[in-house]
């Protein structure tokens, strides 16, 4: 059985950071695509970072240069470092996982999920 289990989440000020942490039991996140959601009240699911097999990154345009989607194999965990974050950020965060195939940014690709974490951002 997959699981996925985010944690790190939580209050912070406006411009401060938070390290989200994806850890998987029941399948290697080494050979999996591992994508970070956010979904806001009211609104739709979005793409926040994605790391592939490859270890290649791509990030949505409002996060570059804030925030950094890292693996470590040994843990079979995926991180999201979040900096100078913005109350706009406030969100439950999502991490998932899928094999190859399908665009990394379209949550409809991806076969496991985690539970999410909130991360609220005060002004």
């Known amino acids: 059985q997959v699981q996925l289990v985010e944690s790190g989440g939580g209050l912070v000020q406006a411009g401060g950071s938070l390290r989200l942490s994806c850890a998987a039991s029941?399948?290697?996140?080494?050979?999996?695509?591992v994508g970070w959601f956010r979904q806001a009240p009211g609104k739709e699911r979005e793409f926040v970072a994605a790391i592939n097999r490859f270890s290649v990154t791509n990030y949505a345009d409002f996060v570059k240069g804030r925030f950094a989607i890292s693996r470590d194999n040994a843990k079979n965990t995926v991180y999201l470092q979040m900096n100078s974050l913005k109350p706009e950020d406030t969100a439950v965060y999502y991490c998932?996982?899928?094999?190859?195939?399908?665009?990394?940014?379209?949550?409809?690709?991806?076969?496991?999920w985690g539970q999410g974490t909130q991360v609220t951002v005060s002004s």
């Open positions: 998932a996982a899928k094999d190859g195939s399908g665009w990394y940014f379209r949550p409809q690709t991806y076969d496991y």
């Open positions: 029941g399948r290697t996140l080494g050979s999996d695509d």
